[in-house]
């Protein structure tokens, strides 16, 4: 988990990734249980039921803590840039 989170923050991690970084690693960890529960045997098909939708839940709030992770990262990566064209400085014309 550890390392994981580690490889997701990087060198100096702002609140808001550590808050991400959290989110990803937990839904992980979440799903990983999900699987492992949905690969047992089920009693009857109402728990096989039940543990597949865990599962695709669990997958769900996976994709969506990373989706959100990516969508963050590539901002920060893109930089604040204007919107639009910048106007170029022109120099006064000097006075007579």
Do not use: D, Y
């Amino acid at each position: 988990m550890a390392a994981l989170k580690a490889g997701l923050l990087g060198p100096a991690p702002s609140a808001l990734e550590k808050i991400l970084a959290n989110s990803v690693v937990i839904a992980h960890l979440s799903f990983q249980q999900a699987s492992m529960v949905a690969s047992g045997t089920a009693e009857g098909a109402g728990g096989r039921e039940a543990r597949e939708r865990r599962l695709s839940l669990a997958q769900k709030r996976l994709i969506a803590a990373v989706k959100t992770w990516e969508q963050i990262s590539g901002k920060k990566a893109a930089g604040l840039r204007p919107r639009g064209k910048i106007a170029i400085f022109e120099p006064l014309a000097p006075s007579e």
